[in-house]
């Protein structure tokens, strides 16, 4: 799990940019912690001895399984090492797995051949404010512990850009950490160490009542919405009048 070696406030906005120029180099720091953060998610190892919390994540990949259809045309937006993008994969979907972190969607190729499903995954160097794609491409998008790392002043033209790619009555699938009274404070920066020293990483977390009013706002209906003790889940479909 990565190390959280101190919480502040953030110097809104003067510093905005460099905080979110430090998470970006952050995650292509970290991209083999990642690995192995997730392989411990199947062992039940480290983080995941806590049940609570290996729960949460189960909870998360079942919904997930449950919300995509076989071939559906998918954008993972924040791949990261692509675990989620190699699940909707096993499911029969085909996946673009896109990421502003280039080491993070190596791993993301590596992690398609070791599940051999490559085939149903591709690649994409971009960030989820600048979309490299027409309207109404995918079936369904998936945030999965990104919109945190997402300025809360930039939240709605983010999920216009979303909005934007996706079809008519497509769905959208959120899962993140949410607000429960955190040290810090609901939007803070966070210290966190590499092996390439320390990195501020922007946080925001949301209320589940938050999200709701935001997703309903500028994407669509929301179709299931819960809390774990760790994870909020959120699964919306578009509105055929929101663009």
């Known amino acids: 799990m990565p190390t959280i070696i101190q919480r502040k406030k953030l110097k809104e906005p003067t510093n905005l940019h460099e ?9 292509n720091a970290i991209s083999r912690d990642y690995v192995t953060f997730y392989e411990n998610w199947t062992k039940a190892e480290d983080i995941f001895s806590n ?13 997930l399984a449950n919300t995509v259809t076989p071939k559906e045309n998918i954008v993972d937006i924040g791949c990261g090492v692509g675990v989620w993008s190699t699940l909707l994969a096993q ?13 993070s969607l190596q791993k993301c190729r590596e992690r398609a051949r070791a599940f051999k499903v490559e085939s149903h995954i591709c690649t994409v160097l971009a960030d989820g404010f600048h979309l490299p794609f027409h ?3 995918f079936d369904g998008a998936t945030v999965n512990w990104v919109l945190s790392h997402i300025p809360v002043s930039k939240n709605e033209s983010f999920f216009r850009e979303v909005s934007r790619v996706i079809k008519e009555k497509g ?14 404070g609901k939007e803070q920066v966070q210290v966190r160490g590499t092996d390439c020293g320390n990195q501020d990483v922007y946080k925001y977390y949301y209320e589940p009542k938050e999200l709701q009013d935001l997703i309903t706002r500028v994407f669509g ?7 774990t003790d760790y994870e909020l889940i959120c699964v919306a479909r578009k509105s055929v009048t929101k663009i």
Do not use: C, P
């Open 221 to 227: 209906t929301i179709e299931h919405l819960e809390t």
């Open 91 to 103: 499911n029969g979907a085909y996946v673009t797995s896109l990421d502003y972190a280039m080491n």
């Open 51 to 63: 049940v609570n919390y290996k729960k949460g994540y189960d909870k998360v990949a079942n919904i």
């Open 19 to 27: 905080v979110l120029e430090s998470t970006r180099n952050y995650y």
């Open 171 to 184: 769905w959208l699938f959120i899962s993140d950490s949410y607000w429960r009274g955190q040290q810090g």
């Open 135 to 137: 309207e109404q491409t």
